[in-house]
């Protein structure tokens, strides 16, 4: 077996490249004592330890298109197909347009000429980027709020998972986040550390011409802060022992990393 076909990301079809997968297997044997082992998960704890601000109702003000737009987000696995397609009718009733509605039910939500499960673009965008009273944002998300669903089975996996990371080797998970150490095989590559203000502090720290509560610096908390649901989901009973261990790793002069 290849390390290509042993390595994957978790919570999507889409593939890991030969490349991606040496670089993480290179990676994780060189930072492996930095680790911590909790079932079946490697816990990255430096990478969980790196600070975002994930400030995204002022994402588009400030760099003009947020990930949502400009292309698609990653293939969702095929139990949550059907799960999400049963509450498509449902998401599609609350669209702003009739002729918004009317695309969705003549050309679907899926695209035929991509791995089965890739949502299809709308104007170059997400076909869930959509706005909702006044405002742009997952025309999902905003469903499971406002009708007291479950987000999790609900909005694609990837979408979610940011800042983290999940890459399963074929014999354990890595659980990191998206760092410079990281990004030559995170499925979130070099662009948001190059060009979002979320995942670069110290870029942030130079653009003096921003208003100062958009992505205000004090609001950079390490990456497992931004999703401790999810994690105590993969977790399970180790969750407690591993959040304690990064909540007082993150109060030590490396924790900013």
């Not at 044997?29 to 079932?39: I, L, P, S, V």
């Not at 975002?52 to 588009?60: A, Q, S, Y």
């Not at 760092?179 to 110290?202: H, K, M, V």
Request: aromatic share 12%; charged share 25%; glycine share 6%.
């Amino acid at each position: 077996m290849s390390r290509k076909s042993s390595y994957r990301y978790v919570g999507t079809p889409d593939p890991m490249t030969e490349k991606e997968a040496y670089s993480c297997e290179k990676y994780m044997k060189k930072n492996r004592h930095a680790m911590r082992k909790a079932g079946r998960y490697m816990v990255d704890v430096p990478a969980l330890l790196a600070l975002f601000h994930l400030d995204c109702w002022n994402c588009r003000t400030v760099h003009r298109e947020t990930c949502c737009e400009g292309g698609q987000p990653y293939a969702v696995e095929e139990w949550q197909i059907s799960v999400l397609e049963k509450e498509v009718p449902e998401i599609a009733a609350r669209l702003q347009t009739a002729g918004e509605r009317d695309n969705w039910e003549r050309y679907g939500v899926w695209d035929p000429e991509q791995t089965t499960g890739t949502i299809r673009l709308r104007h170059g965008n997400c076909l869930f980027y959509q706005e909702n009273n006044g405002r742009f944002g997952c025309a999902i998300h905003a469903y499971a709020e406002e009708t007291g669903h479950d987000v999790l089975p609900l909005k694609p996996f990837s979408c979610q998972l940011y800042p983290l990371d999940l890459i399963d080797t074929g014999k354990e998970i890595l659980l990191t986040a998206v760092t410079r150490e990281t990004s030559s095989f995170s499925r979130w590559g070099t662009d948001y550390l190059e060009q979002f203000y979320c995942a670069n502090p110290e870029r942030r720290k130079l653009a003096a011409h921003l208003d100062e509560n958009w992505f205000a610096l004090d609001g950079y908390r390490p990456a497992f802060e931004w999703n401790v649901p999810m994690l105590r989901y993969f977790l399970q009973e180790e969750a407690d022992s591993i959040l304690d261990h990064l909540r007082k790793s993150s109060h030590t002069p490396t924790a900013s990393m």
